[in-house]
T-cell receptor, first 110, second 116 residues
Framework: EDQVTQSPEALRLQEGESSSLNCSYT??????LFWYRQDPGKGPEFLFT???AGEEKEKERLKATLTKKESFLHITAPKPEDSATYLC???????????FGSGTKLNVKP | NAGVMQNPRHLVRRRGQEARLRCSPM?????VYWYRQLPEEGLKFMVY????????ESGMPKERFSAEFPKEGPSILRIQQVVRGDSAAYFC??????????????FGPGTRLTVT
């Protein structure tokens, strides 16, 4: 059973068209939820850590929020350089490993 | 402060050969994780190590795969007698000493293994 599910799998936006990416999880005892950005041929780049429901983090055009069962990554007025795959990962309980979702591939057209 | 370093970046092996992937964690980080990523898929956890100790290898195939993180030098992921299905990108991540909280993992650029 997948612990982390991301939707949509792919998202095409026009420059300036705001939208949200979803990450739902089923792990119990969430220790942390992490968002990463991955460009083709590169390693994931850390964006945010969220620890508890209601928490929000912002960075430039990105804003991450967390509820008890899911997280959203809001992209406001995206630019072509925001095009990448966005990965969500969760860490549970006393375990150190991350469970990753399959990612959302974002394409922002000028 | 250098990030996580992995080498080689690209590795081509013929079926039956051995592949050795190296990872040097960020300075001050004592925890190393290895993940495998197949094309168009997310990252799958393989193994978690601290210096001279394997903490969790629940994601590692039981045969042909092994990992170590010696007292001195980089962490090594070894794949013996490679098969075509081993072709993937292998990522290493590191995090600082664990103190009961949750620490983000920082990833290296990956090693892309191709088995011919």
């Amino acid at each position: 059973e997948d612990q982390v599910t991301q939707s949509p799998e792919a998202l095409r936006l026009q420059e300036g068209e705001s939208s949200s990416l979803n990450c739902s999880y089923t792990v119990s005892g969430l220790r942390g939820l992490f968002w990463y950005r991955q460009d083709p041929g590169k390693g994931p780049e850390f964006l945010f850590t969220l620890y508890s429901a209601g928490e929000e983090k912002e960075k430039e055009r990105l804003k991450a929020t967390l509820t008890k069962k899911e997280s959203f990554l809001h992209i406001t007025a995206p630019k072509p350089e925001d095009s990448a795959t966005y990965l969500c990962a969760v860490q549970e309980g006393n375990f150190n490993k991350f469970y990753f979702g399959s990612g959302t591939k974002l394409n922002v057209k000028p | 402060n250098a990030g996580v370093m992995q080498n080689p970046r690209h590795l081509v092996r013929r079926r039956g050969q051995e592949a050795r992937l190296r990872c040097s964690p960020m300075k001050g980080h004592s925890h190393v994780y290895w993940y495998r990523q197949l094309p168009e898929e997310g990252l799958k956890f393989m193994v978690y190590l601290q210096k001279e100790n394997i903490i969790d290898e629940s994601g590692m195939p039981k045969e042909r795969f092994s990992a170590e993180f010696p007292k001195e030098g980089p962490s090594i992921l070894r794949i013996q007698q490679v098969v075509r299905g081993d072709s993937a990108a292998y990522f290493c991540a590191s995090s600082p000493p664990y103190a009961g909280g949750s620490y983000e993992q920082y990833f290296g650029p990956g090693t892309r293994l191709t088995v011919t």
